[in-house]
Structures are given as structure tokens and as C-alpha cells.
Nanobody
Framework: QVQLVESGGGLVQAGGSLRLSCAAS????????MGWYRQAPGKQRELVAD???????NYADSVKGRFTISRENAKNTVYLQMNSLKPEDTAVYYCKGDFESYSRYVLWGQGTQVTVSS
């Protein structure tokens, strides 16, 4: 059974920083892509950043230059370093994994709240 465990959310002031982590465990043969999405109240879920296990990254325009996604291969873990946070970054952040086991499947984390105060 494959699981995703997220951590690192919290409450910070504008201009502050947080680091989110998401660790995948279980019988995983390989990881294609892991990423972070966010959803604010009344809005649809949107991509924040993702990374292939080959190291290619993709960012939403709204976070470029402020957020950095990275992975630690040996731990099957992805991180999101969030700097210069703005109130508009407030949302529930969800980790997403695209895995290869006996077949390809996608798994979502439980979500972690990020709140940025002004």
C-alpha cells in the first residue's frame, strides 16, 4: 500500500517562509512526477509546482522566484520551500504523486493548511 504524508504547513506573516514536505512510502517501483497543488476557499485546485524524478521542474507564474520544489530520491520525498509569502498564497496545499507500482497510478495527500497573514 502506498501512502503520502505531508507536513510543514502553518501560519506565517507576509514575507515569511515555510517548507512543506511530502514523503511517499510503500511498494513503489519508481516515481514519475511529484508536485504541489493548492486550493483556496471558493476556488478550484491549481498547480503550484511539480518535479519529475529526472529533475525537471515546473512552476505557476504566481510563485516563480519565490518557491522552490526539490526532491530527495532516497527518501521518495518532495519539498516545497516557500519564501516571500503573500496573503494570496493562503490555501490548502496538496501533494500529488504519479507512481509506477504494478501499474501507473496517481495519489493525493491529505492536504496541509498554509495561512499567510498581512
Amino acid at each position: 500500500q502506498v501512502q503520502l504524508v505531508e507536513s510543514g504547513g502553518g501560519l506565517v506573516q507576509a514575507g515569511g517562509s515555510l517548507r512543506l514536505s511530502c514523503a511517499a512510502s510503500g511498494r513503489i517501483f519508481s516515481i514519475n512526477t511529484m508536485g504541489w497543488y493548492r486550493q483556496a476557499p471558493g476556488k478550484q485546485r491549481e498547480l503550484v509546482a511539480d518535479i519529475t524524478w529526472g529533475g525537471r521542474t515546473n512552476y505557476a507564474d504566481s510563485v516563480k522566484g519565490r518557491f522552490t520544489i526539490s526532491r530527495e530520491n532516497a527518501k521518495n520525498t518532495v519539498y516545497l520551500q516557500m519564501n516571500s509569502l503573500k496573503p494570496e498564497d493562503t490555501a490548502v496545499y496538496y501533494c500529488k504523486g504519479d507512481f509506477e507500482s504494478y501499474s501507473r497510478y496517481v495519489l493525493w495527500g491529505q492536504g496541509t493548511q498554509v495561512t499567510v497573514s498581512s
